[in-house]
């Protein structure tokens, strides 16, 4: 299977989000071929390389999401550098684009109407009438669980049609065209979103844009839109000068989106005009990340309310069109769900973790989770792992130890972890170290004793903690005090290592935990003192407790139920989308009449999701989710002026087989899930 890995700031280079993650899926799942479609975010990711890639990986595409569209070539390489390894030399479409001529200024005006059009509707319900029921279903206007000022609304119908009408357009006009960074720089794009911003029915916010405001706006659509210049989609097919396969995104058999957002925004395009089954995979919500950072940025209030607008309507096209998504947690679950996402083509594929290191611990002499492995650490000892900063809320956990005193004399806190990122986080990390001395002077044992805090703030690499593993067994019970979290991975940490936990509810804790940890409100000193003194106090209880988490960790939470629940999904998306190859002779030539006519199933498996361009050929049919014989029949394309021309190819398709169970189900009709850890992720 050939799978088009889709990424923003992250794999495959040396640093980002996500790039561990992906680098273990694509060694796990060696049998299937991979290209990588990187975007990166800015100079510094791009001057710090790439990871040392697998063979599997067949090709890798890059383009930035930084810096004017001037400066780069179509290749996604910058014009002042020379060719690094690995990236792609053809410049069939331009990232920039040519002066359109008239008929091009008026078919972007019409299509960009609409997207603008999409973006600038009504807000619908205001932010402070968001439900406080998490997770409860939204139709058209609701809004997702979210601080003030970030709540996340479902676009109406109407605005969802308007907004998919102008994006799919643009889309065809800067493949059949060229780019579109000049146009959105155009006087036409200026006052096209001036008129959608004093439409009657506006949002509140898009009726005070002034014209620093609109020549922002149009900058962000500019950026957050360069996908659709990308020469990714392989519009001409065929071979590429190099002798291989040169279709793109849209001779691959499979996209997965490692994110929402602008990387999920290629995959749509090929799910769109190719039939090519999308899958999207995230393990924190891109939306909620770009609501905190407009809401962070010094950005007017218009220009706020269209950027954020404009990022959920694409976030609801997304989910809406996907084959299938997949939330790390369901904390991030509820967030697609208000956004539009199906629960039937949802499924909670975990994180994955290597457990190796933390084996040791978890599996030492006696047996992890007896009562003498329990007994064997300092049972009076409280461990907290991370990051110091706000959101991890320390100052509560003090205070909560200071009451753990009062009935544990003996007890001790160790803090281990650094400073968060930015200047915030390092004067909390001094704010803390104050408070404890303030609540916790030295103590010693005699007039000649050298004085000890029973709070330590130490690191990982200090003598005292060599290993991060050493710091969850250097104590009783492991404590989380956040009032922020995601996917909680020091928890999951301290499980692998038979520890009990004690953790406020926020994010995806209960779910992590199960039953195997103490849970207490946030922000609540008092319960998370009384919590930590119950365990502390009960080494049979501790010792339970331990060996159901590790127990549940080492079934939920481990590479290999990660690498395995994909492994299925990707034949499942296929047992609904048969793999179509070309029949080429030994001198490369489509070879006519190789596949049997009886090959051929009747019937049509799918209606047609969407009128398809002319760039992208004529439209087939497919099976399960909109799955199409791409680029079937005769092709004959006119590329713009300057760029070539391309004759007429014909193309005969081949089946290749999936299994037998799958190829009975698509011929059926029916759904076929393989059985995979996925199934016991989601219980």
Excluded at 160 to 167: E, S
Excluded at 243 to 249: A, H, Q, T, V, W
Aim: aromatic letters at 6%.
């Amino acid at each position: 299977m050939r799978v088009g890995l889709l990424t923003e700031g992250g794999y495959p280079y040396a640093t980002g989000e996500a790039r561990v993650w992906c680098d273990r899926l694509v060694r796990g799942l060696a049998d299937h071929e991979f290209e990588v479609y990187a975007l990166s975010r800015g100079e510094r990711q791009e001057a710090t390389g790439r990871l040392e890639l697998p063979p599997q990986v067949r090709r890798v595409r890059t383009a930035p999401l930084w810096g004017t569209a001037e400066e780069w070539s179509p290749d996604g390489e910058p014009l002042h550098a020379g060719p690094r390894p690995g990236a792609h030399a053809r410049s069939h479409a331009r990232a920039y684009g040519r002066p359109y001529g008239r008929r091009e200024r008026r078919r972007f005006a019409r299509y960009f109407a609409e997207l603008a059009a999409g973006v600038c509707g009504a807000d619908g319900v205001d932010g402070a009438s968001a439900p406080a029921a998490v997770g409860a279903p939204g139709g058209a206007g609701a809004k997702a669980p979210g601080r003030a000022g970030v709540a996340v609304e479902s676009p109406s119908a109407e605005q969802a049609d308007r907004f998919a009408t102008g994006l799919y357009g643009l889309a065809e006009l800067a493949q059949d065209c060229g780019g579109l960074s000049a146009a959105l720089h155009s006087e036409t794009a200026l006052r096209t979103l001036e008129e959608a911003c004093r439409a009657p029915g506006a949002r509140r916010g898009a009726h005070d844009a002034r014209l620093p405001d609109l020549l922002a706006v149009l900058e962000g659509l500019e950026h957050a839109l360069r996908p659709l210049s990308l020469d990714w989609y392989g519009w001409y097919g065929g071979a590429g000068p190099d002798g291989e396969d040169d279709r793109g995104l849209g001779g691959v058999d499979l996209c997965h989106a490692t994110s929402g957002g602008a990387a999920a925004l290629p995959g749509l395009l090929a799910k769109r005009f190719f039939g090519v089954p999308l899958l999207v995979t995230e393990y924190s919500v891109r939306l909620r990340e770009h609501y905190l950072a407009y809401s962070a940025a010094p950005l007017s209030t218009p220009v706020r309310s269209l950027l954020t607008s404009f990022q959920g309507q694409l976030a609801a096209e997304i989910y809406r069109h996907a084959s299938l998504i997949t939330p790390g947690n369901t904390h991030v679950r509820r967030w697609q769900e208000w956004c539009g996402a199906e629960r039937a083509r949802m499924r909670t594929v975990y994180s994955g973790m290597d457990a190796s290191p933390f084996a040791a611990v978890g599996e030492a002499e006696p047996e992890a989770g007896s009562r003498e492995s329990a007994e064997r650490a300092d049972d009076r000892t409280l461990v907290w792992v991370g990051r110091i900063e706000p959101a991890k809320d320390l100052v509560g956990l003090l205070h909560a130890f200071a009451r753990v005193r009062e009935a544990e004399p003996e007890a001790r806190l160790r803090i281990v972890g650094a400073p968060g990122r930015g200047e915030d986080a390092a004067a909390y990390a001094a704010q803390c170290r104050v408070l404890a001395a303030q609540l916790f002077p030295d103590e010693a044992e005699s007039a000649i004793s050298v004085g000890d805090n029973p709070v330590s703030f130490e690191r990982v690499g200090d003598p005292e903690v060599p290993e991060l593993a050493d710091a969850y067994a250097s104590g009783a019970v492991v404590v989380l005090s956040s009032v922020l979290e995601g996917f909680p991975r020091s928890l999951v940490e301290a499980m692998l290592c038979g520890r009990p936990t004690v953790s406020t509810d926020v994010g995806a804790v209960c779910e992590v935990i199960g039953g195997t940890g103490l849970v207490v409100p946030p922000r609540n000193p008092r319960a998370l003192a009384d919590a930590c003194v119950a365990l502390l106090g009960d080494p049979d209880r501790r010792a339970r407790l331990g060996a159901a988490a590790r127990a549940r960790a080492l079934e939920l939470f481990t590479v290999e139920q990660n690498i395995a629940a994909f492994g299925g999904i990707y034949l499942e998306l296929m047992s609904h989308a048969p793999v179509h190859r070309d029949a080429l002779d030994e001198g490369g030539e489509p070879l006519p009449f190789a596949r049997p006519a009886e090959a051929h199933v009747p019937g049509r498996w799918a209606a047609s999701t969407g009128p398809r361009p002319a760039w992208a050929g004529e439209r087939g049919r497919g099976a399960g989710e909109g799955r199409e014989k791409r680029e079937s029949g005769l092709r004959d394309r006119r590329p713009p002026a300057g760029e070539g021309t391309t004759g007429i190819r014909a193309r005969v398709r081949d089946l290749e087989p999936v299994g037998a169970g799958a190829v009975a189900a698509a011929v059926a009709g029916a759904s076929y899930a393989p059985a995979g850890p996925y199934r016991e992720a989601e219980a």
